[in-house]
C-alpha cells in the first residue's frame, strides 16, 4: 500500500530529499508520490510539517 500526498501539500519538498526510493516529485500545485515506486517506508510522513503524505 503506497502512500500518497493530500491537498495540505505546501510544496516544500522536505519529503522528496527523505524518500529511499526516490518515489517523490514535484506535481502540479504540490509533491506526488509514484505508487509503483513506494515501498511504504513512511519517511516522507514523518518529516513533512503538514502531515500532507498518508498511507492510501
Known amino acids: 500500500m ?3 500526498i493530500n491537498d495540505e501539500c505546501i510544496s516544500c519538498g522536505a519529503c522528496a530529499g527523505e524518500c529511499p526510493v526516490s518515489a517523490i516529485s514535484e506535481g502540479d500545485g504540490k509533491y506526488v508520490i509514484d ?8 519517511n516522507c510522513s514523518n518529516v513533512c510539517p503538514v502531515g500532507a503524505p498518508q498511507a492510501e
Open 2 to 4: 503506497a502512500y500518497v
Open 35 to 42: 505508487a509503483a515506486t513506494c515501498i511504504d517506508c513512511g
